[in-house]
T-cell receptor, first 114, second 113 residues
Framework: DQQVKQNSPSLSVQEGRISILNCDYTNSMFDYFLWYKKYPAEGPTFLISISSIKDKNEDGRFTVFLNKSAKHLSLHIVPSQPGDSAVYFCAASAVIQGAQKLVFGQGTRLTINP | GAGVSQSPRYKVAKRGQDVALRCDPISGHVSLFWYQQALGQGPEFLTYFQNEAQLDKSGLPSDRFFAERPEGSVSTLKIQRTQQEDSAVYLC???????????FGPGTRLTVT
């Protein structure tokens, strides 16, 4: 069963506009959520995170929103820039046996058009 | 560089061969994780070490997969008698014990022919 889902495999946005990437999860035990960005032939790079006790976290152009009742989170990028073109993974975590165990979604490929 | 490094970056193996994939975590990071990423999917957890102790290996797909971290730093993921379904990118990540953030290496792309 897919505990973390990103239902949009791809998204295309005009430069300067807002990009919104969505993620749904099913397990209520997840207490921390992260977004990673991945360029081709590189490993995922941490972007932004949010604890389950918050509903919003902002870092520059990136904002993550968490709706616990809907088990839904989203990543907003504004304004979008060509360098934001990458695959974005959301991940949910729970501490199991003393370590954060990450469960990833399938990823959304974001393309920013000039 | 101070990041996580992995070698080799690419590996082609004939079906039935054994392979060994290496991960050098960030210096001082206590936790080390291995993930498998199939084409078009997100990374999937394989196993986790805290120092030299393998605390969770619930994600290893079969007993052909074996991981070790004997001195609590470098780790090796070994796959015996490789099968075509083992073709994937194998990612290593490390983290400081108290941090939530995992830092990933570039991965090893394994192709089994």
């Amino acid at each position: 069963d897919q505990q973390v889902k990103q239902n949009s495999p791809s998204l295309s946005v005009q430069e300067g506009r807002i990009s919104i990437l969505n993620c749904d999860y099913t397990n209520s035990m997840f207490d921390y959520f992260l977004w990673y960005k991945k360029y081709p032939a590189e490993g995922p790079t941490f972007l932004i995170s949010i604890s389950s006790i918050k509903d919003k976290n902002e870092d520059g152009r990136f904002t993550v929103f968490l709706n616990k009742s809907a088990k839904h989170l989203s990543l907003h990028i504004v304004p979008s820039q060509p360098g934001d073109s990458a695959v974005y993974f959301c991940a949910a975590s729970a501490v199991i046996q003393g370590a954060q165990k990450l469960v990833f979604g399938q990823g959304t490929r974001l393309t920013i058009n000039p | 560089g101070a990041g996580v490094s992995q070698s080799p970056r690419y590996k082609v193996a004939k079906r039935g061969q054994d392979v060994a994939l290496r991960c050098d975590p960030i210096s001082g990071h206590v936790s080390l994780f291995w993930y498998q990423q199939a084409l078009g999917q997100g990374p999937e957890f394989l196993t986790y070490f805290q120092n030299e102790a393998q605390l969770d290996k619930s994600g290893l797909p079969s007993d052909r997969f074996f991981a070790e971290r004997p001195e609590g730093s470098v780790s090796t993921l070994k796959i015996q008698r490789t099968q075509q379904e083992d073709s994937a990118v194998y990612l290593c990540a490390s983290s400081s014990y108290t941090y939530q953030e995992q830092y990933f290496g570039p991965g090893t792309r394994l192709t089994v022919t």
